[in-house]
């Protein structure tokens, strides 16, 4: 498993330095497809903090408030700090997903995730924020 604030970090730096950097909001979409991919693909974790059912969708409350002053701007770290504990194999993964989300607008992302069915809509209530989506509602739905 890798810490989700070095995968979080790791999709940043990925972002900015191919010069598509991510909002808060992107990146908690992202690390939400990275780990369903993980558990639809190698049927593991990649990374153990909880997924978190919020208004606009999936969200890994350490990485959010780690990243929330930047509202809703792009994300700019200073650091380029490699990541050296992401196997090349986790990588490919990681990389592959990212890529194929970092150029969509966040609404759509919002909107992909919140579709009737998958697990975001099985865990979220009306009253608020903070029920954990499931790994098995993860892996089954999406």
Not at 10 to 36: A, D, F, H, R, S
Request: aromatic share 12%; with cysteine; glycine share 6%.
């Amino acid at each position: 498993m890798i810490d989700v604030m070095d995968l979080a970090l790791y999709i940043v730096n990925k972002c900015m330095n191919e010069g598509c950097p991510v909002t808060n909001l992107q990146l908690q979409k992202i690390l939400y497809y990275i780990q369903v991919e993980f558990l639809k693909k190698k049927g593991v974790l990649i990374f153990e903090d909880s997924i978190e059912a919020w208004k606009f969708g999936p969200v890994i409350p350490r990485v959010y408030f780690a990243y929330s002053h930047f509202g809703a701007m792009p994300i700019y770290c200073d650091s380029n700090s490699a990541i050296d504990n992401i196997s090349i194999h986790d990588k490919a993964l990681i990389d592959s997903v990212t890529n194929s989300k970092k150029d969509l607008p966040p609404w759509a992302l919002v909107t992909d995730t919140h579709m009737p069915g998958k697990a975001w809509s099985r865990a979220y209530t009306q009253n608020g924020s903070g029920s954990v989506i499931s790994t098995d509602d993860m892996r089954k739905y999406g």
